[in-house]
């Protein structure tokens, strides 16, 4: 089954689930839910939080586990503190970083090249 699924012993019960994949069986495991009596006993915010918001997937994925009212009215995702790569305000600058420390415009004389770097 390990290999089927191509998980770690961990993963298994998860990854058992249908439409729970090993990415989505992890991120699941690091919210705190490593089974599918967890995912139906799971708040439900920290279920969407796991799977980055998408809430017609956790709909599903909470039905196919078995639980009562899988509905995600209403619910907001929790992160649960933790930010994910490549989110938040310290990566958050799409300019890859070629601005300069002065924020000046596009000038030719403002631009760095690479040869004025030392």
Not at 20 to 43: H, N, P, T
Request: net charge negative; hydrophobic share 30%; charged share 35%.
């Amino acid at each position: 089954m390990r290999v089927q699924y191509g998980v770690r012993e961990e993963l298994l019960d998860l990854a058992g689930v249908r439409n729970v994949g090993r990415k989505r069986a992890r991120r699941l495991f690091e919210a705190g839910i490593e089974s599918r009596a967890d995912l139906r006993e799971a708040d439900k915010a920290t279920v969407l939080g796991a799977l980055r918001g998408r809430r017609k997937t956790a709909e599903t994925i909470l039905e196919n586990a078995g639980r009562r009212d899988p509905s995600m009215d209403g619910v907001d995702a929790d992160d649960g503190g933790g930010a994910e790569p490549g989110t938040g305000p310290a990566t958050d600058d799409r300019s890859g970083g070629a601005r300069d420390a002065g924020g000046a415009g596009t000038d030719d004389e403002t631009q760095a090249s690479l040869g004025d770097f030392e």
